[in-house]
């Protein structure tokens, strides 16, 4: 298993990537989880053009115990959202077709989707970004680089039943 770590560069006229991957030792690896009680795994819908990215995270969350669908673009990815009912979307925010922001406003004023947690994960760590993206309609906000361990506890918690507020399934 390894751990891959990107960020973009998204001011005009400056671009870069930065990819690294390095081994972890097997003691510091997770162990996989069970599925919930009745032997339902939680369903996430990793959305991010990065293959790389999208891909590592996919296969860490699969090992944890979730059961994960990908989508490449905000077009796929509202259409999964609404065909797959996940229990929660990962939602990169700069995406091709259509862009994160987007997929997000339409995914919450869908009346099947609008209850669908959103969490945007996302190398747009400029100031606003954060606030951009809640008005959007994310839920919650992370920056990229994550540790799939981190990701990994913040999908668990943004996915605990609040008062008042739970998703069928």
Not at 97 to 118: C, L, N, Y
């Amino acid at each position: 298993m390894y751990r891959l770590l990107n960020a973009r560069s998204n001011l005009r006229g400056v671009g870069s990537m930065k990819s690294t991957a390095r081994t972890i030792p097997a003691e510091d690896m997770p162990t996989a989880t069970e599925p919930a009680a009745g032997g339902n795994k939680k369903r996430v819908l990793v959305v991010d053009d990065f293959d790389d990215a999208r891909e590592m995270y996919a296969e860490y969350l699969e090992f944890v115990g979730f059961e994960v669908d990908t989508a490449r673009n905000g077009m796929e990815a509202v259409e999964k959202a609404s065909e797959g009912e996940p229990d929660i979307i990962l939602m990169d925010l700069s995406l091709p077709i259509m862009d994160g922001w987007e997929a997000t406003r339409r995914i919450k004023q869908d009346s099947r989707t609008r209850d669908i947690p959103v969490m945007a994960l996302t190398g747009h760590v400029l100031a606003g970004n954060a606030e951009h993206a809640m008005d959007a309609g994310a839920d919650e906000f992370v920056a990229k680089p994550c540790l799939p361990q981190d990701l990994e506890s913040k999908i668990r918690n943004m996915l605990k039943p609040s008062k008042g507020k739970v998703r069928g399934g």
